[in-house]
Structure formats: C-alpha cells, structure tokens
C-alpha cells in the first residue's frame, strides 16, 4: 500500500495486564495517512478497533497476533512474525561463519515454522539443510549431526539443555559445529547457568565430564534474540504488513554471555543476502565479534564431516600400514636370511654315500676313432663320446668326473650361481642334480640322465634323417633353453655343441652342461682339478671347431675350454642349426687336422663352413645362420631375430596341435625307421652270410648247421674218405731264418693261397697245426671215389703254386712241400662246447702222415692201395712207383709218386658233329 512519512505521538492508556511491548514509536514512516491508532495486545480490542479503523479508513498499528485472514491491507502487525527476515539473519550468520550445511531441530510445536525456514534456505543452491525432529532421538539424528556445521535449535533451553548433553554422551567422535538458539523474548539465562546445567546433566564422574568438555571443546552456543524497538529505532514493514524484528546474538563462552552484534533491518532495493524483498540486515559488531569469531570451528571439520580425515580407521590404518612396513622388512629380512643359509648349506652337493657309478655296455665313455676320422685326428685314439652313468637316490644320472688334487671351496657368488642352476625349472633345461667333491680324489658333476642321449648321438652316430617337423621342434627348443639362460642371472651356455643338447623320452630337447663349468674353468686353471682325459692341442676333438673365433687363441694357448658369453653362443648357434638341418658336421669337407683350421677360423681371412647344395631352406634363414658366423662380434644377430628367422621357415610345418605334430612326427620317425631296419636287415644278412662261410670254412657243412640249429653231434664214421697232408720242408731252418711276426706273415699268405685252392674243389680243410696242412674229401660223404680225385687235383695244384711262391721278407728262399695221399676209413667228430673243434681219426690219417713225412720235396706219395682205386677209376692220372719203403708201423710197403694228370680230350656227340657239318 502507499505509504508517506507522518511525525505522529500517540499516547494511549492500556490494560494493566498488557506488557508494553513495541508500544514505544519513535518514528513511524508511512503513505496515504494522517494519523493512526496503536492499540494494545487483546485480541477483542484488537478485533474492535481493526472495525472502527476499516469504517474510519484509518492506519491501524496493532500488537495483538492477528491471523493472516484477519488482517487488512491497512494494518500492520507490530509483533515480530516475520519467518524471511528470520531467515535472513540465519542465513547470514551461516555465511559469515561459511558454513554450507545446516541442521534444523525443533520441538513438535514448532514443526511448521523448522519447514518454512528450511524451504526458504533450501532456495539457496550453497546451503545443504536438514530438519531433525526432538523426538527422533540423537541416534537416528548422529548422521547428520556429523556432516553439519551449524545446529539451528528451535528448541526451549531445558530441552536444548538435555539434548545437548544426550549427543555429547553418546557420541562416538569428537563433536565441532555450532549451536545457533532462536528466541522470542529476553534473555534471562547467562552461560555460566547455561554451561551448569549442560555439564550437569551429563552422565558420570567429573573425570568423564572433563574428558568429555576436553573433547568437544569445539561446540559453541550463539544465540539469536529478537529484541524490542525503543525510540531511537525505525520500524519497517514488509510487504506482507508484518513488521521486520530486530536481532541481538549472544555467545556462551568461558562461563560468561558476551553480545556479538545487533542485527538491525534497512531498505536496500539492491540486497542479494535477505529473503525479505528490499530490506537487508545490517550487522553492528561488538569487539567480543572478532574473540568469538577466531573460536569458531573452521567450515571443514579437520576431521572431515564423515570423521574420515581423524577417525579411528585413519588410526587402525596407520597402524596398519606400519605394521605391514615392519612385516614386510621381516619377512624380506628371513627370507634373505633363510635364503643366505641355504646358500651356505650347498642343497646341490651330493654325498659320495649317495652316489654309485655305472658305464655304459659297450664302451666305458669312449670310443676309437674310425678309420675315416683318422687324417681329421692324427690318431686313433680313445675320444670321449658319452658321460658316464650313475645312480643318486635311485635316480639315474649323467656323470662328468674330474681329478681333485686338493681341497676346494667355493666362493659366495659361486655357491649363488650353482643354487640358481640347481632350482632352475623349464622345460627345455636339463635337470642340474648336484656336485660331488672333498670326498675323494675326484668331483664329479651330475645331469639327470636323458634316455636318447644327445643329438649329436642320434643325428650322426645313429644316422637317423629328420624331417623338417623334427628340426622345427629341436631347433624350437634349443631357442627356448638358450633364451630362458640369457635372460637369467647365468647370461649364457658357453658350451652350446650338439653333445650338450640332449633328448628325453618325449623328444624335448634340454639344453645341459652349462653354467657349472663357469666355476669349474678356475679351478682347473689353478691346478686344483684336472680332466681324466686332457685337452691334447694336437689331436683335438671335432666339437673344438664350434668355438668362437675370438675364444680361439685363448683356448690354443691355456689347452682349456674358453669362457663363454651371449656373442658366443649366438655363433656357436648357428654351428648347432647347420647341423641338425643338414645332417652334416662343419668343415666336414676339410683333411687336415684340427688345430690347422682352428687358426684359419681366427686369422684375418677367417674360416666358414660350406653349404650343401642339396638344402631346400629359405634364404632369410640361411642368411641369419651365416650372420652368426661373422668374426665381427657386433655383426652377429640377436636371438630374437634368429627365433623369427626359424619360425618364420617352419610356419607352415608347425600347423596344427601339438599332439598333431607329434603324431606326424612320430609317422615321419616311423617311416625313417623302415628305412634304418631295412638297412640294418641287409647289414644283418650281410654279417650272418660273412658268419656261415667263416662257420662253413671251420666245419663241415653238416655239422656246421646243426651246431648253428641247435642239434647235437655224435661222432661218425666214413668208410670211404681221402685225405691229403701238406708238410713244408725245413720249416725249422725257415723259422731261424725269419723273426716271428714274418714267419707268421708269410704263413698267412701260404695258408691263405691254400684255402683259396681248396675251397674251388670239393674238400675241406681239417686243420693246420704249424707246418702240417690236413685236407679231407669223402666228409661227410661223396660217391664212386670222386674224393680220390679231388684230392689227388688239390695236390698237384699246391706242388704247382709252390714253384711260383716267394717269401716277401727272404725272396731268396725257396719253399717246397712234401705231400701224401692215402685212403680209407675215418671216425670224426666235434670235440668241446666252448671253442668245437673238428677232428679225424684213423689208419688213413696215420698213412696220410707216413706218406708225407718220407716223400721228397716237391713230391706227392701214395701207398699201393689208393694207387690202385686211382689207376681203376681215373686213368687219367699218371703215376711213376718209387720202390719199397718202411713205413712206421706197416713195415715195407711199395709206393708210388703222383706225377700228373693228363688231359683227356672229350669225343664229340652226333649233335656236335652234325651241327659242325651243316655251317661248314
């Protein structure tokens, strides 16, 4: 309504029951009007004159609470109802204090008012309001009595009183906000009452009240009063004709109520601040303003509002970590500890009473060189092939065993490096079991024994073919071991030969003998091991050619195994790949010895191995295996580019499963196999063919076979047998004449021409017992006396060679033989089990001896009796008699002399005739 200035003092009498409040006008500002009528709190009164001021049209002033709907547009409410302006001060106080959440509690009288209070401050987006009832009970009230800063109480002083004491009782944390009390009459409560009756009413002894006071030291009291209007103030009424009230806060703080500032409304069209429209409030500060203002507590609480910064968790979590610090330097300090003593505790060393020692069948760990690899070697002697074999614990083990001259030890990163290789689990390293050593004259260093050996056994002393599904799997494993090494503390092989590749049942191939010789190497330089077999610089082994070149003049010069590294094992790699992909040993093709091309490998020029024509392989990797080679250390690949090369090559021979390629793999194996049965049977049959002529030469045929079937032999008797014997005149003269080995040289070359004529007739070689040379006929049996004949042409033919033999070492020395022939009957038989031996007994044999032993040189003898059975049935044969001779135990007998056997020209047949008749 419009309003203008008016000067007007009104002095009215009252009821005496009626306070006087807002009764003293100092100044009324208003529009429209002459005068007014102030009237007192009674409601009747009120309601009367609010008539007389309607009919009069008078501005009508009243004290008494009016309703809304009682009210007209020319009253004006003196009574301070006014909610926005007390929102007003509320929310500048919360500003000033910069606090952003807010709490409401109020008794259930004053439900309605809490509501419009907190919809007017929930308007303002920087204000977080919550209402809390009296009645809800501090528990269900502690969540948000711990996220607020300020408590806006519309309670009663008893009832904030009680309360009050119930949250600090209960609460589980430091409590810090502030307590704002709204009132509507004068203060008549100071804070040493106020804080007397808040401590009193908490629960326990004085120690749990101080402790509790301690504790929540950080809640403050502020309380708001409307205050009444003297007559220096102005009113103001708001466009609803409510007056807007006047403020005082007060402070309880150290037992004393202190004012802070009286809060006093004034028009200002531009406030942003008040939610009454135009009026703003305007804070008069005490000098207590800027004390109690420092003892606030801050907008954030220090401990969070959720106590998340200060609470026990932050504690426990503290604690926590710091226990965890200390548990992990513990057990990081046992576990270096534990691990230092089973470093010193040497779980690789293996008791001697542990240990057995076994060889191989055939050779024990060596073998001699053939008689290809003599001119690569200059020797034919023992070259070490396989370790040899022992048992730990029953598990079979490979052995490699060394001189101990002395007592040794080991020094820490030693024992480290062997812990390392001895816990060392992948699978395509070979087991590293243990060292043996201060227990006897020798130390002995155990690999877990590997059923097929290594592949330098299968590929080339079993001559075994893989196909390229095999050299895709080796080479893939020896990668895979060779990285794993150099990505671990050892670094590398230092000994990568096909010797040192060896494989399982499973055709895994394991990388072994690494590492350990690391160790070892200094040792032997110092004299403290010796090898069993020493490194001879002379006549080296073919493995020695895969040293680097770099390693090679150390090698010639100290005559033992040069250290390793990775630049090393990249070229003795690509040694290893040209071996399992060409089945051949590098500079295979060279004759001369060892030493000679490991100086070429090491010279300026250097040395390479040649490539077979016959390689079917991509030259990507043909190329990397030839960059391993290079002498230029920094010019050989890595391993990486060397896994890529090979996988790249064998992509499409490794398609599939694994259980596919190895059942491919096994086919291919298979098949190789046949091939190596094959030629192992023909060998056989070789061998078997090479064994029965050997047996047929030493025996009978007939007996031969039975002895070889198994059957028994009885002894036999022939009625009808020829039998020649050759005896070598002056053989004691000849064997003064020559040294032993001669003599046994020249009758090997006799008796060997011997056999050779024998075996083109029908007769069989008995024996020969020094000089004496026994030939049968007739055994086991031939008819109508035609071993009479072969026997008598063995003869001649033996006189006839005679003429023509000469002695190698004493050509001037002239042999001759004297020969007899004699026939009859003959008992033989085997004699032994161990070594059979073929006999001849009879009157005929003794003959045959006369015969020989009273002939003449170059002369063949015969009794009557046989001279006769020779004349009868072959006439052929021309003998000359002799005379009368005595014979040992016959007396005087006639003989003869064999002098030849002529030639009997055949008649020709009708057919041959008429056949010559129709060409001529």
């Not at 590398?492 to 399982?504: E, I, K, M, Q």
């Not at 020395?813 to 032994?832: D, N, P, Y």
């Not at 009557?864 to 059975?869: A, D, G, I, K, V």
Request: aromatic share 10%; with cysteine; proline share 4%.
């Amino acid at each position: 309504m419009p309003w203008r200035a008016v000067r007007l003092l009104v002095v009215l009498t009252l009821p005496a029951s009626f306070s006087g409040e807002d009764l003293r006008v100092g100044h009324l500002e208003s529009v429209g009007a002459d005068e007014a009528r102030i009237l007192g709190l009674c409601r009747r009164h009120s309601e009367d004159h609010l008539e007389l001021a309607l009919r009069w049209h008078k501005l009508y002033l009243s004290s008494a609470p009016l309703a809304t709907m009682e009210k007209e547009s020319t009253t004006v409410a003196l009574k301070p109802h006014s909610i926005p302006a007390t929102v007003s001060v509320i929310y500048s106080v919360s500003k000033r204090l910069l606090a952003v959440r807010i709490a409401i509690i109020h008794s259930p009288g004053r439900k309605q008012l809490a509501r419009k209070i907190a919809e007017i401050l929930k308007n303002t987006p920087q204000l977080d309001v919550s209402i809390v009832a009296e009645s809800d009970g501090v528990r269900n009230c502690n969540a948000i009595f711990t996220r607020t800063r300020v408590v806006l109480s519309l309670l009663d002083f008893d009832h904030l009183v009680s309360f009050t004491s119930t949250w600090m009782n209960e609460a589980t944390r430091p409590l810090e906000f502030l307590v704002v009390q709204l009132g509507y009459r004068q203060l008549h409560l100071n804070a040493s009452e106020f804080y007397f009756n808040l401590w009193h009413s908490v629960s326990g002894t004085d120690k749990i009240k101080n402790r509790l006071r301690r504790l929540h030291r950080n809640v403050l009291f502020v309380y708001i009063m409307f205050t009444t209007i003297h007559q220096n103030l102005k009113l103001f009424a708001e466009k609803t004709d409510f007056r807007l009230p006047y403020y005082k806060l007060y402070n309880f703080a150290d037992n004393e109520t202190q004012l802070l500032a009286d809060v006093a409304p004034q028009e200002d069209t531009n406030c942003t601040e008040g939610f009454a429209e135009h009026f703003c409030y305007n804070f008069e500060e005490t000098s207590q303003w800027e004390e109690a203002m420092s003892r606030l507590p801050p907008a954030i609480p220090e401990c969070g509002y959720s106590g998340e910064f200060c609470s026990d968790r932050h504690v426990f979590a503290i604690v926590a970590i710091v226990f965890a610090v200390l548990l992990i330097f513990i057990c990081v300090a046992f576990y270096l500890h534990r691990k230092e003593d089973k470093l010193y505790q040497m779980p690789w060393r293996v008791p001697l009473e542990s240990l057995t020692f076994t060889q191989t069948n055939d050779n024990p760990g060596y073998r001699r060189v053939s008689t290809a690899s003599v001119s690569r070697c200059s020797l034919t002697g023992p070259i070490p092939t396989r370790a040899e074999f022992g048992y730990v614990r029953k598990t079979k083990v490979s052995l490699k065993r060394f001189i101990q001259k002395r007592a040794i030890s080991f020094s820490r990163e030693e024992m480290a490096l062997l812990n390392e290789i001895n816990y060392i689990n992948q699978p395509n390293i070979n087991v590293f079991c243990g060292i043996c050593f201060n227990q006897d004259s020798e130390l002995s260093v155990m690999w877990n024994y590997t059923v097929r050996y290594s592949l330098e056994d299968i590929i080339f002393s079993k001559g075994q073919k893989f196909g390229r599904n095999f050299q895709s799997t080796f080479l893939k494993h020896i990668l895979n071991g060779l990285n794993f090494i150099h990505n671990s503390s050892i670094k590398f092989h230092g000994a990568l030969y096909l010797s040192n590749c060896v494989v399982d049942s499973y055709w895994v191939v394991k990388l072994t003998d690494f590492g350990v010789m690391q160790v070892l190497r200094d040792k032997i330089l110092q004299k403290e091991l010796h090898r069993l077999q020493p490194i001879d610089i002379e006549y080296l082994e073919s493995k020695y050619l895969l040293i680097p070149p770099e390693r090679i003049p150390d090698f010639l010069e100290l005559r033992e195994e040069p250290p390793g590294s990775v630049e090393g094992d990249i070229y003795q790699l690509g040694m290893v790949i040209f071996q399992i992909l060409f089945s051949i040993k590098p500079f295979n093709e060279l004759s001369e010895p060892i030493r000679e091309t490991l100086e070429k490998i090491c010279s300026e020029k250097g040395l390479q191995p040649c490539l077979p024509e016959c390689g079917n392989f991509t030259v990507r990797l043909v190329s990397v295996m030839q960059q391993c080679w290079l002498q230029r250390i920094s010019g050989r690949p890595a391993l990486f580019k060397i896994s890529d090369a090979v996988a790249r090559e064998f992509e499409k021979d490794l398609k599939g499963t694994l259980i596919d390629q190895m059942i491919e793999m096994v086919d291919e194996y298979s098949a190789n196999l046949e091939q190596v049965v094959a030629t192992r049977t023909r060998e056989l049959d070789q061998q078997m063919s090479q064994t029965e002529n050997l047996l047929y030469q030493l025996l009978p045929k007939s007996i031969a076979d039975a002895l070889r079937e198994g059957r028994p032999t009885y002894p036999e008797q022939h009625h009808s047998v020829s039998l020649l014997v050759a005896d070598l005149c002056q053989f004691t003269t000849f064997c003064e004449a020559l040294i032993p080995i001669h003599v046994l040289e020249t009758l090997q070359e006799l008796y060997s021409s011997f056999d050779m004529v024998v075996q083109r007739h029908n007769a069989f070689k008995v024996e020969n017992v020094g000089d004496a040379y026994l030939i049968g006929s007739g055994i086991p049996h031939i008819g109508e006396l035609k071993h009479l004949r072969e026997v008598g042409r063995v003869a001649l033919k033996l006189r006839k060679f005679m003429e023509t033999f000469v002695v190698r070492h004493r050509p001037e020395m002239k042999l001759q033989l004297k020969l007899g022939i004699s026939s009859g009957v003959v008992a033989t038989g085997v004699l032994g089990s161990v070594a059979p031996r073929f006999c001849v007994f009879g009157e005929a044999v003794s003959l045959a001896c006369q015969m020989a032993s009273h002939s003449l040189p170059g002369k063949i003898q015969l009794p009557e009796l046989t001279t006769s059975l020779l004349k009868e049935n072959y006439p052929a044969f021309q003998l000359e008699e002799r005379g009368m001779i005595e014979v040992k135990g016959k007396g005087m007998c006639l003989t003869f002399w064999l002098i030849e056997e002529l030639r009997v020209d055949r008649q020709p047949s009708s057919c041959s005739i008429l056949a010559k008749n129709k060409f001529n």
